[in-house]
């Protein structure tokens, strides 16, 4: 029988993990300090599983995604934990170029199934290394999929599908949405990569944007809700980029503001602003408005509170394309 | 640049079939590195080549003795052909790939990419030192399953350059991983010599830092290259962890055909390399010493050539006849992801 409890975004991610490893040998998990569990989605895994299934890293970002990489060529479908997706850029050219590539430049032969985590965001005064959410860099190059949940319901659909992708799929999660609990049901479901969910409906405005900026757009959604009807759409996934469903919301709202945590320049939002002109111009009531983090490092200390987009931003952009 | 094999501990386990299948797949390699050499020289292949010339011996000894389930990294010197050959890749498909045709292993797409996972030899990348990551995860995914299969990882002394290399003689000593570090050390790294590059002129020498066990071979000398390959091969299969074999080779061209043969601000000496090719050639060596021992006659000898230069022919025959592949752009986008 169906039963829905409410557990924490972390515990969400650590029974998608655990439940894709019941069901599969071949699944298996490497990362830095994860016997340990650093963060509560590893926490205990060990201890199911066993050492051979839950394997601790050195400091080798290259080596252990190459062990990743190697492990998925060789049929095993590898979760490889990062534990801050900025520690990603350490093995560049194994994220960015050959993850992606494998399959195309090699004739769309063989399948390369290996999904890699990794926690990011703004907000927890640790500055840029830390916080940097790289999906912009991500989307850039081609042939690697990327999502990144804001409910505990989503995170563990997303993990879920993310294992059993038959691609490289970077699951990113959001480390100020850790503790935050919701609803999850107790039977097995999926939430496939690349379709977008509508959190709020509304006929005024759509938001675009995803991750702790959903619930800032939620926020900033009932702080006009006496004004103005938003509609707040979580992508879930920027690669594949569920463009049918902006459409759609836009065809109804003819605005869009599009809520991006990531630095502003060449990011997710720029694309979805140039998709959103080639794709449906004529939609549209007003210009795309970008709220993102400023073209600047992440900054540590009391700042990033306000650097990141916050409610007010959100709220501010939303009045100036609905004037 | 020192060709003597030091430290190599290696003892003579050839059978004569051993040295006849060796002798064998070194005679096609290098027939098949001057067919590479014709089809770019005529303007034929659509990217570049690295040519074997006299370096192959290491790389025909690496393949011949593997089982198909054993993964490969196969060097880029004459981009792998004798690895693979060796191995009994059937590589007509990687000629035409350097084509550009339809019936290229990568579909026509790559212009240089191996794809044989179907031979354990998965793919590789242009981005020297890439090898070492992925061949991690081979020998992971042997001791993870059970297995008794083991990895052969070729490359270059050049590789040894990048973190990578170091990143996996760490964690495959720390795993006790199946994984066979074959460095083809020809002392130059495209333009810039080792010793300009490496503070050790034997890169073998790294390994003891993390317990891995090396040999250090004559790279020219065929049979020797063998005896190292069996018994790496043996060790890796038997358990006993990675293994380290070094093989001194020789560079006696450019690096990538139409390149600078440069050593640093200066020209290599082509009289050097002249000497190495009339008294270092592997080809010269094995077939002296074959004679010699009564493992193979005259007639067998030019019977094998024979038989190379027919494979050759056949294969640019068929890659010349197979179409150029111009698929559409939204062919190629179909093919992005796995289904």
New interface residues.
């Given amino acids: 029988m169906t039963a829905i409890r409410e557990i924490s975004l972390g515990e969400a991610m650590k029974e998608a993990l655990a439940e894709e490893m019941r069901r599969d040998d071949d699944v298996f998990l490497l990362g830095v300090s994860i016997r340990a569990g650093t963060f509560l989605h590893t926490k205990g895994l060990v201890e199911e599983f066993g050492e051979r299934r839950v394997l601790d890293t050195p400091l080798s970002e290259p080596g252990g995604v190459g062990t990743a990489f190697g492990a998925a060529q060789e049929g095993l479908r590898p979760v490889l934990d990062f534990m801050y997706a900025g520690f990603a850029y350490f093995a560049g050219s194994e994220v960015f170029i050959q993850a992606g590539q494998y399959h195309f430049l090699h004739g769309s032969k063989h399948p390369l199934p290996m999904t890699l985590i990794g926690t990011c965001g703004v907000g927890r005064r640790v500055a840029n290394e830390h916080a940097t959410l790289p999906y912009g860099a991500l989307i850039h190059h081609p042939g690697i999929k990327v999502c990144l949940p804001s409910t505990p319901y989503d995170a563990k659909g997303l993990l879920k599908a993310a294992i059993r992708d038959n691609n490289p799929v970077f699951f990113l999660w959001h480390t100020s949405l850790m503790a935050l609990k919701g609803p999850v049901p107790t039977d097995e479901y999926i939430v496939p990569i690349g379709v977008a969910d509508v959190k709020r409906a509304g006929t005024d405005v759509t938001v675009l944007t995803s991750g702790l900026q959903v619930h800032h757009s939620l926020k900033a959604a009932e702080a006009v809700s006496s004004e103005i009807s938003v509609e707040v759409i979580d992508v879930r996934s920027f690669e594949p980029f569920d463009l049918p469903c902006l459409l759609n919301s836009v065809t109804k709202t003819t605005r869009l503001v599009v809520v991006d945590e990531d630095f502003e320049r060449g990011g997710f939002a720029a694309e979805i602003a140039a998709q959103m002109m080639e794709h449906g111009y004529d939609l549209l009531d007003a210009p795309v408005r970008r709220v993102c983090h400023p073209h600047m490092p992440v900054p540590g200390g009391y700042i990033d509170a306000y650097s990141m987009p916050t409610p007010a931003r959100i709220e501010a952009a939303i009045r100036d394309v609905c004037r | 640049m020192p060709t003597k094999p030091r430290g190599a501990s290696a003892q003579e386990t050839l059978t004569r079939d051993h040295k006849r299948l060796l002798y064998r797949n070194l005679v096609r390699a290098m027939t098949l590195d001057r067919m590479m050499m014709r089809i770019i020289r005529a303007g034929k292949m659509v990217g570049f080549y690295h040519e074997g010339g006299i370096a192959l011996a290491p790389g025909v000894a690496a393949g011949t003795f593997l089982r198909r389930d054993d993964?490969m990294n196969p060097h880029y010197r004459a981009h792998g052909i004798a690895h693979m050959i060796a191995k009994g890749v059937d590589i007509q498909s990687y000629v035409a790939e350097h084509m550009g045709r339809v019936d290229?292993?990568?579909?026509g797409?790559?212009s240089f990419?191996?794809?044989y996972?179907e031979d354990?030899i998965?793919?590789w990348?242009a981005?020297i030192g890439?090898n070492?990551?992925?061949?991690?995860?081979?020998?992971?995914?042997?001791r993870?399953r059970s297995t008794d299969q083991v990895v052969m990882n070729c490359s270059g002394d050049g590789s040894y350059q990048e973190?990578?290399a170091h990143?996996?003689l760490?964690?495959t000593a720390?795993w006790h991983l199946p994984v066979i570090f074959w460095c083809e050390n020809n002392g130059i790294a495209q333009s810039s010599a080792l010793s300009d590059l490496f503070p050790i002129a034997d890169i073998s020498r790294l390994a003891a830092g993390y317990g891995i066990p090396a040999l250090m071979v004559d790279g020219q000398d065929l049979l020797a290259c063998g005896e190292a390959a069996l018994a790496a091969i043996a060790h890796a299969r038997a358990g006993k962890g990675p293994i380290f074999v070094e093989l001194k080779t020789l560079r006696s061209q450019e690096h990538n055909v139409g390149g600078l043969n440069n050593e640093g601000a200066h020209t290599r000496d082509p009289a050097l390399m002249q000497k190495w090719r009339d008294t270092r050639d592997p080809l010269t060596l094995a077939t002296a010493r074959l004679l010699k021992d009564q493992v193979l006659t005259e007639a067998e000898v030019a019977d094998l050539q024979l038989e190379a230069d027919r494979e050759a022919a056949a294969i640019e025959v068929h890659c010349e006849a197979s179409p150029k592949a111009t698929p559409s752009i939204d062919e190629?986008m179909a093919?992005?992801?796995?289904?």
């Fill in positions: 993964a290229g292993c990568a579909k797409r790559s990419h191996v794809s996972p354990h998965f793919g990348s981005n890439a070492f990551p992925p061949c991690i995860g081979y020998g992971f995914a042997a993870y973190g990578r990143e996996a760490l964690m720390n190629l093919g992005v992801y796995a289904p």
